[in-house]
């Protein structure tokens, strides 16, 4: 299980290594909702990309190893402990204006980022970087829901009023 006292741990770890990420998946729903609402297997955590050599040289140094290579989309890394991180790499738009890209399985159609899904949440009362309800409601669809992502996207309808699919 990942707690977190991880998570920040590995934040610090990022800001330490100049590298910029956010939090997504069952923790980004956490941060956003200002509490830990269950236990979460890994850390689902978007990067830049340009910043991937640094943020894992970070990580290499504190013990995680790459355990699964889904590249371009996505890799895991673990540590001795088990805690996991699923990594996912961000192309940002080079005008500037803070949007952002991710590859998918499905060439040609990537995972799109607006600039305004990229806010703040808390994590055992530190402010943390993480998705924005609608990314996270997006990202929740398209896929059988697991019984934690139905609970998930019911903790989103009641604390924020937005509607899911499941």
């Known amino acids: 299980m990942t707690t977190a006292g991880d998570v920040l741990r590995i934040l ?11 939090i997504a998946g069952g923790w980004g729903i956490d941060a956003l909702l200002g509490r830990q609402t269950r236990e979460h297997g890994d850390l689902d955590l978007l ?6 050599p640094a943020l894992l040289a970070a990580l290499a140094a504190a013990g995680f190893a790459e355990t699964l290579d889904r590249r371009p989309v996505r890799f ?20 500037g204006s803070g949007s952002a890209e991710q590859s998918s399985f499905d060439p040609g159609r990537p995972f799109r980022y607006p ?4 806010v703040t949440g808390s994590i055992a009362g530190v402010a943390v970087p993480c998705l924005s309800v609608d990314r996270q409601v997006a990202f929740h669809q398209g896929y059988e829901p697991r019984e934690q992502d ?17």
């Open 12 to 22: 610090h770890l990022a800001r330490r290594a100049g590298a910029e990420v956010w």
């Open 47 to 52: 990067h830049r990309q340009e910043q991937e």
């Open 76 to 95: 895991v890394v673990s540590d001795p402990a088990g805690t996991e991180i699923d990594l996912h790499p961000l192309r940002f738009a080079p005008d």
């Open 115 to 118: 600039a305004e899904c990229f």
């Open 150 to 166: 139905r609970q998930d996207m019911a903790r989103l309808r009641e604390a924020f009023g937005v509607a899911t699919h499941f």
